[in-house]
Every structure is written in structure tokens, then in C-alpha cells.
């Protein structure tokens, strides 16, 4: 592809992992070696950062939600109760992590 569009592997290489930005005249050039329209390239870029945007705020909503349960959980128990809930919190997070 980088010979396609007359630039240096290195070149190329920075901006696909989005060190070097791309130029409209180097987007132009990516739809002409794909024949591929510029609304296409850019209506799937579009369409992808939703995509992202959305997941992220599902995922921020879930976490949001979990943190309240654990507090409303842990509401009125004694201290010692907190700090076991805690302790098996942790242990359970190491374990997760250890299995991945």
C-alpha cells in the first residue's frame, strides 16, 4: 500500500498507527488505490466512532452502577464486614487477572 501511494513503508506504517496524522491529499490518494469514494471512508469512520463511543459509555454506565451496589452493600454493616467485603473484592480481581 505504500508503494500505492508513493510514500515510505515508515510513513505509512506511522500514520496506519496513528503517530503521523493524514493529510486530506494522503486520504484522497488512500481512496483512489482502494477505488473506493471519500464518503465511504468517511461515513465508516463516522459509523466506528460511535460505535466506540457508545461501548465506552455502556461500559462507564455498568461500572458506575457496580460501584453503587457494592456501597449500597456495604451500607450499615460494621467495619470489619467493609473490610472482608474488600478483602474478597481483591482476591477475586488478583484471580481474575491471573486466569486471562
Given amino acids: 500500500m505504500a508503494s ?23 486520504l484522497l490518494r ?15 469512520a463516522v459509523d466506528s466512532v ?7 459509555e455502556e461500559t462507564a454506565n455498568a461500572e458506575t452502577e457496580w460501584i453503587r451496589d457494592i456501597w449500597l452493600a456495604q451500607k450499615g454493616c460494621s467495619e470489619n464486614v467493609r473490610r472482608c467485603m474488600k478483602l474478597i473484592c481483591e482476591t ?4 481474575d487477572k ?3
Fill in 4 to 26: 500505492r501511494l508513493e510514500i515510505s513503508l515508515t510513513h505509512y506504517s506511522n500514520c496506519e498507527r496513528g503517530i503521523r496524522k493524514i493529510s486530506l491529499e494522503m
Fill in 30 to 44: 488512500v481512496c483512489v488505490a482502494l477505488d473506493v469514494p471519500l464518503e465511504m471512508l468517511l461515513t465508516g
Fill in 50 to 56: 460511535a460505535i466506540n463511543s457508545r461501548e465506552k
Fill in 98 to 100: 491471573k486466569n486471562r
Fill in 92 to 95: 477475586l480481581a488478583n484471580v
